[in-house]
């Protein structure tokens, strides 16, 4: 492989904001994309305060007595959105250790009776009661707006890397009041040594453009898969975000943006792993394949340069040849959750699991 890789590459933020080092951005922007497809990013838009104020909030979320996360469990939600206990979800066949929360961006849901399904995507967030953990969402709704606000900024900049206008991405994302994006907070606990799977979550791809990962605690445990398919440990350096690209970003550029297979390792010792993805989306009605970018051939030139990928051990989100976007997202988080989806979407539901609700959900 041309431009295998061994390390993930940390790029400042800070260099755009000046003209005499803004292009020094682009191109490493340009070469994460292409032949990484993971990258840290220090000195971010995101204020220290607002991420520093969230964090403080994840052990008292966490805390929170077992009845009243229940109360707010992902299927009480046709948005995929709530609780959802330790051990709900697997990936390739192994229960993912891990318990979380779902959120996501304020919105309120467009569908209405004789839309498609994949409206109801969409939809407000369940929150834990204020009483209980006063502020909490005030911090987090705070948070999600301004890692948003820096998705779309990282979108533009990577347009003008890949050789497209700065808004050669913006046809994908609708209207601000149509758009949502989501997030977790996520506990890999500590496993016991005596266990036979050290699965915090199985390897696997994002669906969107951009995902912003906050490893909110300094425990190591991510690992991102490279060209020829060694697994490299992306543990958290204080101060950043790190960032991957999504299937639907490597459906659009033609593979110039890389999707890479990437999992996470439980955590050792004595303290929980902690951790904020958030995943930036599209327009629910993104057609991909219908959406033809032109790109220079300077820079088509580096995909053949980096060469083909391994065969991954990571093989979902592989509909956007054939469906919109929304309808692909919605077919990943039926598959992750059959319990919500039998009960907020039995048509489709029947249709993905012909023998009723099986043990357990699993994205592939």
Not at 201 to 210: I, K, R
Not at 277 to 303: G, H, M, W
């Amino acid at each position: 492989m041309a431009s295998n890789f061994s390390s993930i590459p940390i790029l400042d933020w800070s260099l755009t904001l000046d003209p005499a080092t803004r292009q020094q951005f682009v191109g490493q922007l340009r070469h994460a994309a292409i032949n990484v497809g993971f990258l840290y990013l220090s000195n971010s838009t995101v204020p220290q305060g607002t991420v520093d104020t969230l964090i403080s909030y994840i052990p008292k979320l966490f805390a929170l007595p077992q009845d009243t996360k229940e109360k707010i469990r992902m299927a009480n939600s046709e948005h995929f959105l709530g609780y959802s206990r330790l051990g709900a979800e697997f990936t390739k066949g192994k229960t993912d250790i891990r318990e979380q929360f779902d959120f996501a961006t304020p919105h309120v849901s467009r569908w209405k009776p004789g839309d498609p399904d994949h409206y109801r995507l969409w939809g407000p967030s369940q929150w834990p009661d204020e009483d209980l953990i006063p502020g909490f969402k005030a911090a987090m709704e705070e948070y999600l707006l301004q890692v948003q606000e820096l998705s779309y900024a990282v979108a533009k900049l990577l347009s003008e890397a890949l050789g497209l206008p700065p808004d050669g991405l913006s046809k994908f994302y609708d209207s601000p009041e149509l758009m949502q994006h989501r997030s977790k907070i996520v506990k890999y606990p500590v496993v016991d040594t005596s266990s036979q799977s050290d699965q915090g979550v199985g390897p696997h791809y994002d669906a969107g453009f951009l995902t912003i990962l906050l490893q909110a605690s300094d425990h190591r445990g991510l690992q991102v898969q490279n060209l020829s398919g060694q697994w490299i440990d992306a543990p958290p350096i204080p101060g950043t975000f790190v960032i991957n690209f999504g299937k639907a970003i490597e459906f659009v550029t033609q593979g110039l943006a890389r999707a890479t297979s990437h999992r996470v390792v439980s955590p050792k010792g004595t303290t929980p792993r902690y951790s904020i993805p958030f995943f930036q989306n599209i327009s629910l009605d993104a057609r991909l394949a219908e959406s033809v970018l032109q790109f220079p051939p300077e820079i088509l030139k580096l995909r053949e340069l980096r060469g083909d990928v391994a065969t991954t051990e990571s093989v979902n989100f592989s509909e956007f040849d054939r469906e919109p976007s929304g309808k692909v997202n919605l077919i990943g988080r039926v598959k992750s959750h059959p319990d919500v989806a039998q009960r907020h979407y039995p048509e489709l539901f029947a249709q993905i699991f012909p023998q009723g609700l099986p043990a357990h959900g699993s994205a592939y």
